[in-house]
């Protein structure tokens, strides 16, 4: 089992590390490190891992669960269901688990990839940003659904630098919280291509400014 590096931690405004650390018999190692809120820079988290046999680096594919949200509306309102959102080779793609079914694999330029809905997301941010990338889409029950209808979330996978030669450490830095202007452009100005407002966003970025400008 992975030994943790403390008992428990608590996350407020400030920074905070935690590790993992495997080893067994047969010369296997590993560690993994999440730093959260680096620089108290919120919503952020920068993973690094790392695995030998014997003092040879492994190759490591970091790999995050299904998300995001319930997947569902428990009133029956519109809503936007979770789907994969990248930047592939210079295109924003927005993926359904349909699109995913047809293709699940992608590599090459890719400075943010992951999943979100209608407020949130949760993506990587390979730096450099060449990585191959994994969409599965998993289907699951509402819960307590008389019909047993079902709702659908997106698992994502990310090797960074898959053509180069393992590394000692892999580091990958990840964005998690809501789609809010400033805080996408604090963290990536990329990120702000998540806001699906289509062909206006020549027009709606400067508009935003312009309204934070009035109001402050």
Known sequence: LYQPSVDHLTLGAEPGTLSFEYRDDSGLSARKTFYFQPDKQPYQLNVEASADVRATPRPITVKFGPGIGLGYSPTGQSFTPPRALQSFNGSIQRLTPTDVQAQARYEGTIPFTGVDDQYFL???????????????????????????????????????????????????????????????????????????????????????????????
Do not use: C
């Not at 659904?145 to 990958?172: M, Y």
């Not at 964005?175 to 100005?189: H, I, S, T, V, Y």
């Open 122 to 216: 949760a993506v990587a941010r390979p730096n450099p940003p060449t990585a191959r990338v994994e969409f599965v889409p998993i289907t699951v029950p509402i819960p307590g659904d008389p019909e047993g209808a079902t709702r659908s979330f997106i698992a994502f996978s990310v090797r960074p630098n898959p053509g180069a030669a393992p590394a000692e450490t892999v580091k990958l830095p990840f964005f998690m919280g809501p789609k809010e202007f400033d805080q996408l452009r604090n963290a990536d100005p990329q990120l702000t291509y998540a806001l699906d407002v289509g062909w206006f966003r020549v027009i709606v970025t400067p508009l935003l400014d312009t309204l934070r400008w009035i109001h402050r």
